[in-house]
């Protein structure tokens, strides 16, 4: 070739080939991303299995919960009719507000009895003192008589020995000197009598029996009297109050409504039996709720019990509420 200054070596023009193919290129692409997709999928299984496995080994969880709260059922002490209503229906109360009254007119009444008997008892008892007093001076007379009538006897006896007098006069006074002897052993016996009947003894030192029974009624009486004003135990929230009537007989005893404690809610859940091997107490316990906010707690009691619905015990652990 004359364009060649060296005949030795040969030179051969480069040429351009053609440009690559666009749609060669998107399926290398595509083919790239479906290997990428294919591998990822599984990997993210294997992860999502991986995690679940491991999740499910440290933690237990469950849906069948329930929020608990304390229920005091509130019971009238005495019997009668209602004269007051003070509360309705899911109002607020403190421990000690009224929540209603049963008629006091009948209570009064026994509270009035009960003092007239205490009187009555202090006034026999002033009775037996005056009578144990009476018979000190009986004993006195007696002695007395047993004296007079000694010396009668003497001088009858003097006399019958000179043949001074009869036998029937001697006779009548010897019959003097036993009914004098007699008369002292009935005055000795009421004293005794008497004074038994002022002893107190060692369940009531310094007060008679009749008296300090008629106090016991009349304290019984009173404590009646002040249980006719019902009044909440605890604080919390008022339940079933409508049940309630002014003039509706009550009967002791019979729930008239109930008081909710609203400061002590915890919550009680039910796990399965697989889940009790290393649950303890005092363990953390997170409690979401779609209701209301979710909170932290701990567990403060573990309890296996027959559920209802199966033969498999389930575990519940009791996890209290915050208050705030």
């Known amino acids: 070739m004359a364009d060649n200054p060296n ?4 030179i051969t023009p480069v040429t351009e080939g053609p440009a690559p193919d666009p749609a060669s290129r998107r399926s290398t692409g595509r083919n790239i991303g479906r290997w990428i997709l294919m591998l990822s999928v599984p990997l993210l299984l294997a992860t999502l299995g991986i ?13 069948n919960a329930y929020v608990q709260q304390d229920i005091v059922s509130i019971s009238p002490e005495v019997g009668g009719r209602i004269v007051q209503v003070a509360v309705e229906e899911n109002q607020q109360v403190a421990a ?15 509270v009035a ?5 205490i009187a009555a008892a202090q006034v026999e008892v002033q009775n037996l003192r005056t009578d144990y007093q009476v018979s000190g001076v009986d004993i006195e007379v007696a002695r007395q008589d047993i004296a007079f009538a000694q010396s009668n006897y003497q001088r009858q006896a003097a006399l019958m020995a000179k043949g001074f007098t009869t036998r029937a006069r001697l006779d009548a006074a010897q019959h003097e000197v036993d009914l004098a002897r007699a008369r002292l052993k009935s005055a000795q016996a009421d004293v005794v009598a008497a004074r038994s009947r002022l002893s107190t003894g060692s369940a009531a030192p310094g007060e008679n029996p009749d008296v300090a029974e008629a106090r016991a009624a009349r304290d019984q009486a009173l404590l009646d009297l002040e249980r006719t004003r019902v009044v909440a135990p605890v604080a919390g929230r008022v339940a079933q109050s409508t049940r309630l009537q002014i003039g509706q007989m009550m009967v002791s005893g019979l729930p008239a409504l109930s008081i909710v404690d609203d400061k002590n809610s915890w919550v009680e859940a039910n796990f399965k039996e697989t889940d009790l091997a290393r649950m303890k107490v ?3 316990a997170k409690s979401p709720s779609t209701l209301i906010r979710s909170w932290n707690s701990t567990a403060v009691s573990i309890a ?19 208050t705030g």
């Open 304 to 322: 296996s019990v027959r559920a209802p619905d199966r033969n498999s015990p389930s575990c519940r652990p009791r996890m209290p509420m915050p």
């Open 51 to 63: 995690y679940y496995w491991i999740a499910s080994d440290r933690y237990a969880s469950t849906d």
């Open 7 to 10: 005949p030795d070596i040969d």
């Open 96 to 110: 000690g507000d009224l929540l209603f009254s049963i008629d006091p007119a009948p209570f009064e009444l026994t």
């Open 282 to 284: 005092g363990q953390k």
């Open 113 to 117: 009895q009960s003092n007239a008997r």
